[in-house]
């Protein structure tokens, strides 16, 4: 069993930035693709970005490349999602995922509870 906790959500004027981190844990976390999703009022959870155990894949939605980094910390068994550039549409609840194999556009066998991010005009 693997737990996911994310940290960093908060209230911030369009613009500004956040940092997102997901850290997991359990008996055998492994090698674990991981990823972000998000959730806004009245929307489908969709795709934000993930990246492979190596780093070295990483996939990013349209809708947030260039504004979004993701990046890991293996030893610390910890995603983060840097978010800069935010606009009022980013505000949702932002989930962690994480899979022993991949992390696609339908998630993985893994969740976080989510945390809240809201941009302001």
């Known amino acids: 069993q693997v737990q996911l906790v994310e940290s960093g959500g908060g209230l911030v004027q369009a613009g500004g930035s956040l940092r997102l981190s997901c850290a997991a844990s359990g008996r055998t976390v492994g090698s674990y693709a991981m990823g972000w999703f998000r959730q806004a009022p009245g929307k489908e959870r969709e795709f934000v970005a993930s990246i492979s155990w190596s780093g070295d894949y990483i996939y990013y939605a349209d809708s947030v490349k260039g504004r979004f980094t993701i990046s890991r910390d293996n030893a610390k068994n910890t995603v983060f999602l840097q978010m800069i550039s935010l606009k009022p549409e980013d505000t949702a609840v932002y989930y962690c995922?994480?899979?022993?194999?991949?992390?696609?556009?339908?998630?993985?066998?893994?969740w976080g509870q989510g945390t809240q991010v809201t941009v302001s005009s």
């Open positions: 995922a994480a899979d022993p194999f991949y992390v696609g556009a339908s998630g993985g066998d893994y």
